[in-house]
């Protein structure tokens, strides 16, 4: 009777010694944005919606090789990105300065330099500041 116990409390240490070690796998799953393309969601808790006068239906941001592209509505916008894990530092930006008619105080400008970190769960990526305060979202494309 006592080695069925202790083979069963052994079992089940086991085994649970075994699920948290996925969870933790599939949690710190470790992301590479280089070479991937996103849709905005949202800046902060503005949703964003197509402004009348924006050149195209989406904004987009795209990360190359040491770069990243992306737009507010009008204006192209870029510049260069260090990614460590989920760190990130997003600098060198620059930017047309196109003026757009009716809506240049409704444009999406989305603060990349206070970006320090993100995360992406269920095809969507969120830039996060310092204060893990989400910045801009983005769905995968």
Same mark, same amino acid.
């Given at each position: 009777?006592?080695?069925?116990?202790? /083979?069963?409390?052994?079992?089940? !240490?086991?085994? %649970?010694?075994?699920? @948290?070690?996925?969870?933790?796998?599939?949690? $710190? *799953? &470790?992301?590479?944005?280089?070479?991937?393309?996103?849709?905005?969601?949202?800046?902060?808790?503005?949703?964003?919606?197509?402004?009348?006068?924006?050149?195209?239906?989406?904004?987009? /941001?795209?990360?190359?090789?040491? !770069?990243?592209? %992306?737009?507010?509505? @009008?204006?192209?916008?870029?510049?260069?990105? $260090? *990614? &460590?894990?989920?760190?990130?530092?997003?600098?060198?930006?620059?930017?047309?300065?196109?003026?757009?008619?009716?809506?240049?105080?409704?444009?999406?400008?989305?603060?990349?330099?206070?970006?320090?970190?993100?995360?992406?769960?269920?095809?969507?990526?969120?830039?996060?500041?310092?204060?893990?305060?989400?910045?801009?979202?983005?769905?995968?494309?």
């Amino acid at each position: 009777m006592k080695k069925t116990i202790l /083979l069963l409390a052994f079992m089940m !240490s086991l085994i %649970s010694l075994t699920s @948290c070690k996925m969870i933790k796998s599939e949690t $710190k *799953q &470790d992301v590479v944005l280089t070479g991937t393309e996103w849709v905005l969601v949202s800046i902060g808790d503005r949703k964003f919606e197509k402004l009348e006068g924006m050149r195209a239906e989406t904004i987009g /941001l795209s990360f190359l090789e040491d !770069s990243f592209g %992306s737009s507010d509505g @009008c204006n192209g916008l870029g510049g260069t990105f $260090k *990614q &460590d894990g989920h760190n990130i530092e997003m600098t060198n930006i620059r930017s047309t300065r196109m003026y757009c008619k009716d809506i240049m105080d409704k444009l999406y400008n989305i603060p990349f330099m206070s970006v320090t970190s993100f995360e992406v769960k269920n095809n969507e990526l969120k830039l996060l500041d310092a204060s893990k305060k989400v910045v801009a979202t983005f769905k995968k494309k």
